[in-house]
């Protein structure tokens, strides 16, 4: 069955550094997702992307956050300078449609020290 | 207003019983509705979709939508351990560019 893939599964950072989330979509899907889940919480929204530019995203989604297709097969999410409070653990999913459920990755489980 | 609301439990329920989830949605534009479940420490699979009113089944699993009280239920018949998890309720938006995630009802089902 097809899957997304994510990668590094486990990332640790130091405050204000730079991280780069890495995610191989669905190949023929066309709408591309960021979501992110703190410990013990729900999974909140971070960003749409489809057609090669942000369909829409979130409040949490500031400056500080970025989102590349650069390839036509990775999907990435940049963090220009990590904070404590982003240690989430970030799922990518993607989906054939916007009225489809998607198909989310195993996740990056991103830790900031 | 939170977007979609379900109760935290847990719900204990045990092995061959019934297990119903509840779900409540506050944007009267939502059009589609899903079941993901999430093992601890994993990511939320998809179960069930659901677009029109009334019920949907596929295998143990029945989605209930009624979109004039604006509440999705899901039914677990004959329920396993292995259906131990955590199932959250997605609704998207009015322009369908998101998901909102209630925060996740987590099911018990003992042996």
């Known amino acids: 069955e097809p899957e997304v893939t994510q990668t590094p599964s486990h990332q640790v950072t130091q405050m204000g550094q730079e991280v780069i989330l890495r995610c191989v979509p669905i190949?023929?899907?066309?709408?591309f997702y960021w979501y992110r889940q703190i410990l013990g919480q729900k999974v909140e929204f971070l960003v749409s992307?489809?057609?090669?530019?942000?369909?829409?995203k979130s409040e949490i989604f500031d400056d500080q956050f970025s989102v590349e297709r650069p390839d036509g097969s990775n999907f990435t999410l940049k963090i220009r300078s990590t904070k404590l409070e982003d240690s989430a653990m970030y799922f990518c999913?993607?989906?054939?449609?916007?009225?489809?459920?998607?198909?989310f990755g195993s996740g990056t489980r991103l830790t900031v020290v | 207003q939170k977007e979609v609301e379900q109760n935290s439990g847990p719900l204990s329920v045990p092995e061959g019983a019934i297990a119903s989830l509840n779900c409540t949605y506050s944007?009267?534009?939502?059009?589609?509705f899903f079941w993901y479940r999430q093992y601890s420490g994993k990511s939320p699979e998809l179960i069930m979709s659901?677009?029109?009113?009334g019920d949907k089944e596929d295998g143990r699993f029945t989605a209930q939508l009624n979109k004039a009280s604006q509440y999705v239920s899901l039914l677990i018949r004959d329920s396993q351990p292995s259906d131990s998890a955590t199932y959250l309720c997605?609704?998207?938006?009015?322009?369908?560019?998101?998901?909102?995630f209630g925060s996740g009802t987590k099911l018990n089902v003992k042996p």
């Open positions: 999913a993607s989906g054939e449609g916007q009225n489809y459920g998607y198909t």
């Open positions: 190949s023929n899907h066309l709408y």
């Open positions: 992307f489809y057609n090669n530019e942000i369909s829409e």
């Open positions: 944007d009267r534009g939502s059009q589609s």
């Open positions: 659901i677009y029109s009113n």
């Open positions: 997605a609704v998207n938006n009015w322009n369908f560019n998101k998901f909102y």
